[in-house]
């Protein structure tokens, strides 16, 4: 009996075979027929060899290879436009017999969370540390550090963070300049004067006598403020208060300066002048008048008027100079007097803690006092002291590295859970690019993070704190490449719209919208096809939207069939364009990568270029493209990313609606490789939003490597699987995916490293395709 019950249970943990007589009747007869035709020693259409897929054991000894041919006939791109296509319901009943092998095979392996090597703070990640610890505004990518690289897409992936001598250059001075300035020993340079009005384009009119504009301070210090005053009031009006605003907080008010005219060309002109303390930091600036009776209206004629009129038309800033005032961050920082005793001690011990994400071992405590007392006793104060071995905090490697340790770290068959301490690290840097908080590290200290109700409570309050937002600027700017927006340059000459203003207002209506999407837990397939958008005045006039009057931004239902999702958004059709005209081929890509998670290979070298000068005039944009798609070596490429491309070709460079490229009508009709074709670009959309798993597959794994900080290999996939089928009936809310990743194995584990090639996970099989990828 105990036999039989052995092999029973070794039977249950082996991987279970492929059944024959289900492949010979549900998938054979395809690959044999269909796609072997193409797929044969002879041809090897796309470098890929078919004739060795006949047996049901490959189903197991060769899965990668049929995950991919899994994927193509999901997607509809096998066969191809010209092969005849074997029933749907044969096409459905191949996939769903692979579906139920893997899905199979994956529920009798060990499951597999991976690891990930020691990793570097990237440039946004230490910035926001710094800010969070000590509350300096320290803006690693204005001090030049160097760029971090990216790998699968984004900057925070351990294996390509490398640290370069000019980094350990930038870590040593940016330590003595924030160690500074949280102290408040800082010799301020010499004042520098900013101007903000509508000449300059840098000033945003709220209404008629309210102004706004976004300035950052470099230091804690008094400034001059100074505001310019058009228009002029009577001799005998009452007196009007004027109000000034930092970050919604009223600081100043003052009486606005009445004259009268004494100017014959221009209206007279005076300007309010104060100087107040003004802590560091990027903040919005609001003027406005604190009297509800005054009520501006601008002057008759212009500036040629004697009205009762006077209004805020510009703010300027100087500084910064020496003040009085205690900072925020030196109050943060110096808790108590470094001059009594165990004071230092206090202030250092706790640094230590923030910085390095875990209570400091006695040694770390006993080295970094030693720091301090050589300090004192070079002659530096007790304050001075303290400044020092904050420099030396900074410069640590526990600070600078996330470091998780393996009991075992050869062994690459054991799974352990990481510390609760290390899981308050991953938590923090995947949901707010920065350390741990205080509440954080104490739930962690008491090592009941790994329990799932307090790990939700706190991912629960985690994304409700500003903080969060991070996991948009980051994630889904890298994601949707809407870093990019910073660094393209439309052609004015040809994009007469464009602008810094125009830009910023794409970037904020992509934020808010993916935030909203976030916040409210809603469908990821609403991304694509939300009748709403988030608009200001000068954004809705650009997209043809009337009734959207002032410079904020809100919420904006869609009437029409020209905007709807990301993917008409003029943020997204901008970084997926060239400077100067569209890209048909760059969209289909941009949607092939980011929408449906299913990149194409690299173009082989030496592809002629297209000759754009006769885009528009000569020859139509989608006409020239078809030179690339009779080049055999193209076509399979291009047959897949152009046809998604030209759905969205009414929109022009920088995502204007258009229905003519020059003198030639836009036709954006075509048909996907599955089949289904559309005319409009909101038909594309709908297919598009209808391939919901495909879309969420695509955002679940590239969030997971965002916030595993590794690329995903295939003992990943029952996780991505399983996280799919989970949020599958409630159609992928977004906000539960970040749930789900954070109870999955890979972010809560990991195992020792692989030490020999039997250890090592298979590899895809080299073909000629991803070899050239």
């Given at each position: 009996?105990?036999?039989?019950?052995?092999?029973?249970?070794?039977?249950?943990?082996l991987?279970?075979?492929?059944?024959p007589?289900a492949?010979?009747?549900?998938?054979?007869?395809?690959?044999?027929?269909?796609?072997v035709a193409?797929?044969?020693?002879?041809?090897?259409s796309g470098?890929?060899?078919?004739?060795?897929?006949?047996s049901?054991?490959?189903?197991?000894?060769?899965?990668?290879?049929?995950?991919?041919?899994?994927?193509?006939?999901?997607?509809?791109?096998?066969?191809?436009?010209?092969?005849?296509?074997?029933?749907?319901?044969?096409?459905?009943?191949?996939?769903?017999?692979?579906?139920?092998?893997f899905?199979?095979?994956?529920r009798?392996?060990?499951?597999d969370?991976?690891?990930v090597?020691?990793?570097?703070?990237?440039?946004t990640?230490?910035?926001?540390?710094?800010?969070?610890?000590?509350?300096?505004d320290?803006?690693?990518?204005?001090?030049?550090?160097?760029?971090?690289?990216?790998?699968?897409?984004?900057?925070?992936?351990?294996?390509?963070?490398?640290?370069?001598?000019?980094?350990?250059?930038?870590?040593?001075?940016?330590?003595?300049?924030?160690?500074?300035?949280a102290?408040?020993?800082v010799?301020?340079?010499?004042?520098?004067?900013?101007?903000?009005d509508?000449?300059?384009h840098?000033?945003?009119?709220?209404?008629?006598?309210?102004?706004?504009?976004?300035?950052?301070?470099?230091?804690d210090?008094?400034?001059?403020?100074?505001?310019?005053?058009?228009g002029?009031?009577?001799?005998?009006?009452?007196?009007?208060?004027?109000?000034?605003?930092m970050?919604?907080?009223?600081?100043q008010?003052?009486?606005?300066?009445?004259?009268?005219?004494?100017?014959?060309?221009?209206?007279?002109f005076?300007?309010?002048?104060?100087?107040?303390?003004?802590?560091?930091?990027?903040?919005?600036?609001?003027?406005?008048?604190?009297?509800?009776?005054?009520?501006?209206?601008?002057?008759?004629?212009?500036?040629?008027?004697?009205?009762?009129?006077?209004?805020?038309?510009?703010?300027?800033?100087?500084?910064?100079?020496?003040?009085?005032?205690e900072?925020?961050?030196r109050?943060r920082?110096?808790?108590?007097?470094?001059?009594?005793?165990?004071?230092?001690?206090?202030?250092?011990?706790?640094?230590?803690?923030?910085?390095y994400?875990?209570?400091?071992?006695?040694?770390?405590?006993?080295?970094?006092?030693k720091?301090?007392?050589?300090?004192?006793?070079?002659?530096?104060?007790?304050?001075?002291?303290?400044?020092?071995?904050?420099?030396?905090?900074?410069?640590?490697?526990?600070?600078?590295?996330?470091?998780?340790?393996?009991?075992?770290?050869?062994?690459?068959?054991?799974?352990?859970?990481?510390?609760?301490?290390?899981?308050?690290?991953?938590?923090s840097?995947?949901?707010?690019?920065s350390?741990?908080?205080?509440e954080?590290?104490?739930?962690?200290?008491?090592?009941?993070?790994?329990?799932?109700?307090?790990?939700?409570?706190?991912?629960?309050?985690m994304l409700?704190?500003?903080?969060?937002?991070?996991?948009?600027?980051?994630?889904?700017?890298?994601?949707?490449?809407?870093?990019?927006?910073?660094?393209?340059?439309?052609?004015?000459?040809?994009f007469?719209s464009?602008?810094?203003e125009?830009?910023?207002?794409?970037?904020?209506?992509?934020?808010?919208?993916?935030?909203?999407?976030?916040?409210?837990?809603?469908?990821?397939?609403?991304?694509l096809?939300a009748?709403?958008?988030?608009?200001?005045?000068?954004?809705?006039k650009?997209?043809?939207?009337?009734?959207v009057?002032?410079?904020?931004?809100?919420?904006?239902?869609?009437?029409?069939?020209?905007?709807g999702?990301?993917l008409t958004?003029?943020?997204?059709l901008?970084?997926s364009?060239?400077?100067t005209?569209?890209?048909?081929?760059?969209?289909?890509?941009?949607?092939?990568n980011n929408?449906?998670?299913?990149?194409?290979?690299?173009?082989?070298?030496?592809?002629?270029?297209?000759?754009?000068?006769?885009?528009?005039?000569?020859?139509?944009?989608?006409?020239?493209?078809?030179e690339?798609?009779?080049?055999?070596?193209?076509?399979?490429?291009?047959?897949?990313?152009?046809?998604l491309?030209?759905?969205?070709?009414?929109?022009?460079?920088?995502?204007?609606?258009?229905?003519?490229?020059?003198?030639?009508?836009?036709?954006?009709?075509?048909?996907?490789?599955?089949?289904?074709?559309?005319?409009?670009?909101?038909?594309?959309?709908?297919i598009?939003?209808?391939?919901?798993?495909?879309f969420?597959?695509c955002?679940?794994?590239?969030?997971?490597?965002?916030?595993?900080?590794?690329?995903?290999?295939?003992?990943?996939?029952?996780?991505?699987?399983?996280?799919?089928?989970?949020?599958?009936?409630?159609?992928?809310?977004?906000?539960?995916?970040?749930?789900?990743?954070?109870?999955?194995?890979?972010?809560?584990?990991?195992?020792?490293?692989?030490?020999?090639?039997?250890?090592?996970?298979?590899?895809?099989?080299?073909?000629?395709?991803?070899?050239?990828?």
């Amino acid at each position: 009996m105990r036999m039989i019950l052995g092999v029973l249970l070794l039977a249950n943990l082996l991987p279970a075979a492929p059944d024959p007589a289900a492949f010979d009747r549900d998938v054979k007869p395809i690959v044999g027929k269909t796609c072997v035709a193409c797929h044969n020693a002879s041809l090897e259409s796309g470098g890929v060899n078919l004739t060795e897929f006949l047996s049901a054991a490959t189903v197991a000894s060769n899965r990668p290879a049929w995950e991919k041919i899994l994927q193509k006939v999901r997607s509809g791109e096998m066969p191809p436009k010209g092969i005849p296509r074997p029933p749907q319901p044969k096409m459905d009943a191949m996939v769903a017999y692979l579906e139920a092998e893997f899905d199979k095979a994956d529920r009798n392996t060990k499951p597999d969370p991976g690891r990930v090597t020691v990793r570097r703070l990237n440039r946004t990640e230490y910035s926001n540390s710094v800010r969070d610890i000590l509350g300096v505004d320290f803006r690693a990518a204005e001090e030049e550090f160097p760029t971090d690289d990216l790998g699968e897409g984004f900057d925070n992936v351990a294996d390509v963070l490398s640290i370069s001598p000019l980094l350990l250059e930038k870590y040593v001075a940016a330590a003595e300049s924030i160690a500074a300035r949280a102290t408040g020993h800082v010799a301020l340079p010499k004042p520098i004067t900013s101007l903000y009005d509508a000449n300059s384009h840098n000033l945003q009119r709220i209404d008629l006598d309210t102004i706004e504009a976004t300035h950052r301070l470099d230091f804690d210090a008094d400034y001059d403020v100074l505001i310019g005053m058009p228009g002029e009031r009577a001799k005998d009006a009452a007196p009007v208060k004027l109000g000034f605003w930092m970050d919604g907080t009223l600081l100043q008010q003052v009486e606005v300066e009445t004259k009268p005219s004494s100017l014959v060309y221009f209206s007279p002109f005076s300007e309010t002048h104060f100087r107040l303390f003004l802590p560091a930091g990027e903040h919005v600036f609001r003027v406005a008048f604190l009297d509800d009776k005054y009520v501006v209206t601008l002057p008759e004629n212009s500036y040629f008027s004697t009205k009762n009129n006077k209004y805020p038309g510009s703010v300027t800033f100087s500084g910064p100079f020496p003040t009085k005032h205690e900072s925020a961050s030196r109050k943060r920082l110096f808790s108590c007097n470094p001059e009594e005793s165990g004071c230092a001690a206090k202030i250092l011990t706790g640094l230590a803690r923030r910085f390095y994400r875990r209570p400091a071992t006695d040694a770390e405590i006993a080295q970094i006092m030693k720091i301090a007392a050589l300090a004192r006793k070079n002659g530096e104060s007790a304050e001075g002291s303290v400044e020092v071995a904050l420099e030396a905090i900074l410069v640590s490697p526990n600070f600078l590295f996330r470091v998780e340790h393996d009991p075992n770290p050869t062994d690459s068959v054991a799974v352990h859970k990481v510390s609760d301490l290390e899981l308050a690290t991953r938590l923090s840097y995947f949901l707010w690019s920065s350390t741990p908080d205080d509440e954080l590290l104490w739930v962690a200290e008491q090592k009941k993070l790994h329990e799932p109700a307090a790990l939700e409570a706190q991912v629960k309050r985690m994304l409700a704190d500003p903080r969060s937002n991070s996991l948009v600027d980051n994630f889904v700017g890298q994601w949707l490449e809407l870093r990019n927006l910073d660094s393209v340059k439309p052609d004015q000459d040809k994009f007469l719209s464009w602008g810094p203003e125009l830009k910023e207002s794409m970037k904020m209506e992509t934020k808010l919208f993916v935030e909203n999407i976030l916040r409210e837990n809603r469908p990821l397939p609403e991304m694509l096809n939300a009748r709403y958008s988030y608009l200001n005045e000068q954004l809705a006039k650009f997209y043809g939207i009337s009734g959207v009057t002032g410079p904020e931004f809100r919420r904006v239902d869609l009437t029409t069939d020209e905007r709807g999702g990301i993917l008409t958004q003029a943020s997204v059709l901008t970084v997926s364009s060239y400077p100067t005209r569209t890209s048909p081929t760059i969209r289909g890509k941009y949607i092939l990568n980011n929408v449906l998670g299913t990149p194409p290979p690299p173009p082989p070298p030496d592809v002629p270029a297209l000759d754009a000068s006769k885009v528009g005039s000569e020859v139509s944009l989608r006409s020239q493209l078809s030179e690339h798609r009779s080049n055999p070596v193209c076509a399979s490429c291009h047959s897949k990313m152009d046809v998604l491309g030209f759905g969205l070709e009414n929109y022009n460079g920088i995502g204007k609606w258009r229905t003519m490229d020059g003198k030639f009508p836009i036709d954006t009709s075509g048909t996907l490789p599955g089949g289904k074709s559309f005319v409009t670009a909101q038909e594309m959309r709908g297919i598009l939003a209808g391939q919901t798993q495909e879309f969420a597959r695509c955002v679940t794994e590239k969030m997971m490597i965002y916030a595993l900080g590794r690329g995903l290999q295939a003992y990943d996939r029952p996780t991505v699987n399983g996280i799919i089928a989970k949020l599958k009936p409630e159609q992928y809310p977004f906000q539960s995916l970040i749930y789900e990743i954070v109870r999955s194995l890979p972010f809560q584990s990991r195992r020792g490293e692989f030490v020999t090639n039997r250890d090592k996970p298979r590899e895809e099989p080299k073909t000629k395709e991803t070899a050239s990828r």
